[in-house]
């Protein structure tokens, strides 16, 4: 046994399966943590001492990880909460006596679909067009700006799209293919920098060990390069339904002029404070001069693609994760093939009307 | 209030009181059919919140004081593994109870409750509020009636990512709640099959405990000709259908819908269905039904005895339970996971 890990953010797709490998692996005694306590119920397949703490509360977060020698931050949450939920859990992982946190930050630290030659040296902004990407980038400095006076070690993972067994760019696919609203933006020749959620939990074991890792973030990927559609084609297939028969989808408008506004931090009492009459008309006003004409015909309405999936699905950089391989001793433990089998098994057990 | 309003106590206020049995004995309160509530729970915090929301409510600072003051009914909201004891010193006390579901844990518990009912010639019900629905009792009605001919399958998709908001880390043992998924939401399926198709033939289990209490879970209910299947979950979002097929047509229920359902025969096309029921929250106004019926020992009450099969169908699946195949596993995880499930009381 190799000490007592805290799982912070459990109940999520990553925690859970990390919760499952690490307590089927049997080298480390786990230790879930999660908001509320209803998110337990898929930890609690496993006798286990689960914790309830919200991540932005030091207090209640340093009893949970009280007696652990490592924390995996896997909380998830809106750009405010991703932010918020970085101090505490430092400073609470410090006062519990824990060696080190591994953070799961995110490849979208470099946008969701980054420049060629894009590495861990590359420049991160924060005034990407994603709030989340900003988000992310934020994290990661509040928490090497902490590590550099406490004593938490600190090793911030950057994986790309986590895809397998309940992961949302899997059962969010098939539930979008069964409600008719599924499309890939360019037929998803885009490269999906993707990493399967058993080789990203093998990479956090890593970064729980490795002397290299403290004060280092690292990019994690499978070791293959594959498509959107290399991806999403096997769980179409599952379904009946062939990527082929996909729309092309239009483009999403920029945001109107009251939520740009918004964005821009002093305008934003200035926007709360105008009469609603004038902001409807503003928003209305936006609208029209932005609609361009009308589509023609009455037929199906073409889905709109979100600026995020835009992005994705047309990437053309395969981001590397040699950094982890060297550093980390990282390398993928199941291959694209196996990754893709198992999920099509998930997409059975979970009950989607799977074709033999 | 009218001079023959019944008084009520409340053991447990935790989430299905505050959100369900508060409402509904508001309702009754407003028209005259309750008086006073008085109200226990451990966490004096949960029993103050619950009283709030009651225009006439106290607070027990014991369940020994709860017990002491007059009610015509108590109500056990408690934690199921209080249940027995709980229900036991009520009816020993002379009051009636209404018993949320699962009513025990296990079928030597419920029998020991069913016992002292008999013994204090006082009323037990069990709290399975599907049971008060217009949809649940006309699907009732129209399989029992035979419109649906033979039964040739039957189908129970039923769950999603867990969400009803718990006290606590330890509503997820099996000292506690008894079980998983198949004792809590399970319990009110297996309620309304039996009831609805009599008592299974034989059956099989399978679920993902691994050492704690399972989140999904396959049951199969052996009927002469058919076979039910039950596909329970707080994992992942399930269809929440109940599909009863037959020789001349077929219903569908979409799960917790008190009032709808889809009808489909032969011949005559699909229809959906909308029961008749009184305007207002139908989810709030059966909980109030509930209640008045284990006042009255109305028709619709449903007694200890009448689930108590289900509960020894429950014991059942769990003394015959087989680890649920998990496709994701790695063939060592797999291995360990077997051994796990083992250990799975």
Sequence with gaps: MMGRIAILGAGGFIGNRAVEMLALGGQYDVRPVVRKAQSLALASRFALDGRVAD??????????????????????GDPATIIGAIEPAYRAAEAAGVKRLVYLSSASVHGQSPAAGTDELSVLSDRQNIAYNNAKVRAERRLLELRQEGKVEVAILRPGIVHGPRSSWIGGFADELLAGEAYLVDGGRGICNGIYVDNLVHAITLALKSDAADGEAYLLGDAETYSW??????????????????????????????SRLQGVRPLRRVVRSLPRPLKAALRAGYRELMAGPAQAGSGPRRPVASLERSLLHRCAWKLPHDKAASELGYAPIVDFAEAQRRTLG???????PVVS | MTANAANIAIAGCGAVSTLYYAPALALLQQQ??????RAFDPDMDRARAFAGLLQEARISPSFADLLAAPADLMIVASPPMVHADQAIAALNAGRHVLCEKPLAVGSAQAQQMIDAAARSNRRLLA???????PATNAIADIIQSGLLGDISAVSCFEGGPFAWPVSGPGYFTKAASG???????GTHCLDLLTWWLGQPAGLSYEDDALGGVEANCLVRLDYPGFEARIRLSRDWAQPNVYRIAGAKGWLEWPVNDPVNFTLYLSGSGIAHVRTEAPAGDEFHLAFARQIEAALDGGANAVSASAVLPVIAMIDACYAARTPMHLPWLAPDEAARARTLAGTAS
């Design chain 1, 55 to 76: 991540g932005c509360d030091q207090i209640a977060l340093e009893a949970a990880f009280t007696g652990c020698s490592g924390v995996i931050h896997a909380m998830a």
């Design chain 1, 229 to 258: 559609a290399d991806l999403l084609a096997p769980v179409a297939g599952a379904l009946g339904r062939s990527l082929d028969d996909l729309p092309e989808p239009g483009m999403e408008r920029r945001h109107g002029l009251v």
């Design chain 1, 346 to 352: 998930w997409l059975g057990f979970a009950g989607y």
């Design chain 2, 32 to 37: 005259g059919r309750i008086g006073g509530v």
């Design chain 2, 127 to 133: 709290g399975h509020i599907r049971r008060q629905f």
């Design chain 2, 179 to 185: 079980g998983g998924v198949l004792q809590d939401i």
